[in-house]
């Protein structure tokens, strides 16, 4: 298998539309059969078998105890609608406007975002299913119905282009209006942080994952956030609101290290209490591995 793209290169490339297609390629290398499907046949009635019928439709227990041979049928099997949420606050900006303080920061949390968002998108549309956009600009909603075809491929990748990470985004907000707007049982797929309401917006996944829909969250974090490499005195911004801090990175490096671990354990072992696809993207990893992973486990899962 050719070794994957590392995440500066694919980032280098300025069309999403080239970018989305790169990725896919990578990641459909060993991969069968698609993770994502249409929920569950629903039986219609019995017919008489016909030579050539397929044989796995065959009811034992009817030829059983009528010695003749009939055949299931099903209603035609949904195609998946999938709405894809991107987290486009400024916490994902990150390594944000001085990219040069922060050696080996790579790509910034939000580029990643975009370019997995995309892949998926281009995944799911090329195979015959329907995929839309929900996300947050200014405080206002970014919304894209899910829909299937190259020409909505291109317009969604198009939105997912256009935006910039900003200030906050209200998650909770963001899901229950993917949710309300996908036509039938379908895929709500979260991809960001997770730094924004945590609390709020574990509880608006259950409920919409009551609702019917299956539920993926992608956290995406950068390295530096989880290993604090920083020494000597640091000057911290918060992406959302511009406020600084200055804190010695050294005495605050324990600390922080216990609390952000803290934090992904606590959205990973609650993903798998609640029944989510979950996975944790570090902006290091090449995105057709980090998204082979992914949807590895989520075939393995079903």
């Not at 796995?56 to 105890?65: E, S």
């Not at 952000?260 to 990893?285: N, P, S, V």
Request: hydrophobic share 40%.
């Amino acid at each position: 298998m050719p070794a994957a793209l590392s995440p500066q290169v694919i980032a280098a490339v300025d069309d999403l539309e080239v970018v989305a297609r790169l990725v896919v390629e990578g990641l459909r290398s060993g991969r069968h059969r698609s993770p994502f499907h249409g929920f569950s046949n629903e039986f219609s009635q019995y017919r008489a078998y016909h030579p050539g019928d397929d044989l796995k439709y065959l009811d034992w227990k009817v030829l059983a105890r009528t010695d003749r041979l009939y055949t299931r049928q099903f209603r035609e099997a949904t195609n998946m609608s999938a709405m894809l949420c991107l987290d486009s606050s400024g916490s994902m900006n990150y390594p944000g406007r001085y990219p040069e303080a922060y050696p080996g920061s790579g790509v910034s949390k939000f580029r990643y975002a975009q370019i997995i968002t995309a892949a998926l998108a281009h995944l799911i549309i090329t195979q015959g299913d329907a995929a839309g956009l929900m996300s947050m600009q200014r405080g206002r909603l970014v919304y894209l119905p899910a829909r299937g075809g190259r020409s909505h491929l291109r317009t969604l990748l198009a939105h997912i282009d256009r935006l910039q990470p900003d200030g906050t985004w209200d998650p909770a907000t963001v899901v229950t209006r993917a949710a309300d707007l996908l036509k039938r049982r379908g895929l709500v797929c979260v991809c960001s942080d997770f730094y924004d309401a945590p609390e709020a917006t574990a509880v608006e996944l259950r409920r919409v994952n009551r609702r019917g829909h299956d539920v993926a969250l992608l956290q995406v974090v950068s390295r530096q956030e989880v290993d604090w490499p920083f020494t000597g005195g640091l000057d911290v911004e918060d992406l959302e609101s511009g406020a600084h801090l200055l804190i010695d990175s050294k005495a605050a490096r324990a600390g922080y290290r216990e609390g952000i671990a803290a934090f992904l354990e606590r959205w990973r072992t609650g993903a798998r209490r609640d029944g989510f696809d979950y996975a944790l993207m570090t902006t290091d990893d090449p995105p057709a591995e980090a998204l082979r992973g992914y949807l590895l486990r989520r075939g393995a899962r079903r």
